[in-house]
């Protein structure tokens, strides 16, 4: 049935940019909440970011506030999240996931996941 695919993941220095992309297949996106997700090996996955359907509510993990920003593209079915003055600390696995709410957001009432890009911040 529907699927997530996350795409711009990559190698880079600090302090530079990347933006990710999360297209929808499938099903329609602008019917769900997308929450971004990232995860390091030995560590839980953490969300980092959460945008609300249609797009008017925005929230955002604590450690990325600031620098990071989710937006979508409702005609697209796509979700972004723009990632700015990238630190080693953020080298992770990024997941995007759809829910109903952002309430629902988490491992256990998320209807779709996608399988995952790499980003990697060297200093």
């Known amino acids: 049935q529907g699927q997530l695919e996350e795409s711009g993941g990559g190698l880079v220095e600090a302090g530079e940019s990347l933006t990710l992309s999360c297209a929808a297949s499938?099903?329609?996106?602008?019917?769900?909440?997308v929450g971004w997700f990232r995860q390091t090996p030995g560590k839980e996955r953490v969300r980092v970011a959460a945008?609300?359907?249609?797009?008017?509510?925005?929230s955002y993990h604590e450690d990325v506030k600031g620098r990071f920003t989710v937006s979508r593209d409702n005609t697209k079915n796509i979700v972004w999240l723009q990632m700015n003055s990238l630190t080693p600390d953020d080298t992770a696995s990024y997941y995007c996931?759809?829910?109903?709410?952002?309430?629902?957001?988490?491992?256990?009432?998320?209807?779709?996941w996608g399988q995952g890009t790499q980003v990697t911040v060297s200093l």
């Open positions: 996931a759809a829910a109903r709410t952002i309430p629902d957001l988490h491992p256990g009432a998320i209807d779709y």
């Open positions: 499938g099903f329609t996106l602008s019917y769900y909440a």
């Open positions: 945008i609300s359907r249609p797009g008017g509510g925005k």
